[in-house]
Antibody
Framework: EVQLVESGGGLVQPGRSLRLSCTAS????????MSWVRQAPGKGLEWVGF??????????EYAASVKGRFTISRDDSKSIAYLQMNSLKTEDTAVYYC??????????WGQGTLVTVSS | SYVLTQPPSVSVAPGQTARITCGGN??????VHWYQQKPGQAPVLVVY???DRPSGIPERFSGSNSGNTATLTISRVEAGDEADYYC????????????FGTGTKVTVL
């Protein structure tokens, strides 16, 4: 059974950093790209970024709203994808989800982790 | 970046048909996926590649895609279908390769 579990959310002050983790199980993690998606309170879904599998270079792409501040990485030996968030802003407050970046739709999602950016 | 436009809300009586549109420039040339999201829950994939259903999704959910509009159709609507629905496409040629629609709140009257 495929499972994705996010962790690392919490309350953080503006300008500070936070790292989220997405721990995967039930599939060969290294074979898949992984995406991060967020949802601000009462708002819609927003794609944050993704990381390709090593077979495709392990490269990353980001939404314009986070480019230069957020970094996605992966540790295939631990089946974990990370979202490093720096220079956080109040508008980054959201529930953050990780998903397996399957071309035919995102069937697998984590339960989400809440990040609150506030002083 | 590519923009997907959905109506903010759709209201439908139980047993009737709900149609949710997703507008985008030449969206018919892309594969469209649809997600259902209930309050406090992660999104659930209900239609992928325009018109296919994942296992466990009722046949009442169907999709189509042509020209500048993709449509999610929910037949014989039930109270449990009340949720937010989002369309999604991959736009690999742009600097924003994964795009969600603006979302539609489906209310069952």
């Amino acid at each position: 059974e495929v499972q994705l579990v996010e962790s690392g959310g919490g309350l953080v002050q503006p300008g500070r950093s936070l790292r989220l983790s997405c721990t995967a199980s039930g599939f060969t993690f290294g074979d898949y790209a992984m995406s991060w998606v967020r949802q601000a309170p009462g708002k819609g879904l927003e794609w944050v970024g993704f990381i390709r599998s090593k077979a495709y270079g392990g490269t990353t792409e980001y939404a314009a709203s986070v480019k230069g501040r957020f970094t996605i990485s992966r540790d295939d030996s631990k089946s974990i994808a990370y979202l490093q968030m720096n220079s956080l802003k109040t508008e980054d407050t959201a529930v953050y989800y990780c998903t397996r970046d399957d071309r035919s739709g995102w069937y697998y999602w984590g339960q989400g982790t809440l990040v609150t950016v506030s002083s | 970046s590519y923009v997907l436009t959905q109506p903010p809300s759709v209201s439908v009586a139980p047993g009737q048909t709900a149609r949710i549109t997703c507008g985008g420039n030449n969206i018919g040339s892309k594969s469209v996926h649809w997600y259902q999201q209930k309050p406090g829950q992660a999104p659930v994939l209900v239609v992928y590649d325009d018109s296919d259903r994942p296992s466990g999704i009722p046949e009442r959910f169907s999709g189509s895609n042509s020209g500048n509009t993709a449509t999610l159709t929910i037949s014989r609507v039930e109270a449990g279908d009340e949720a937010d629905y989002y369309c999604q496409v991959w736009d690999s040629s742009s600097d924003h390769p994964r795009v969600f629609g603006t979302g539609t709140k489906v209310t069952v009257l």
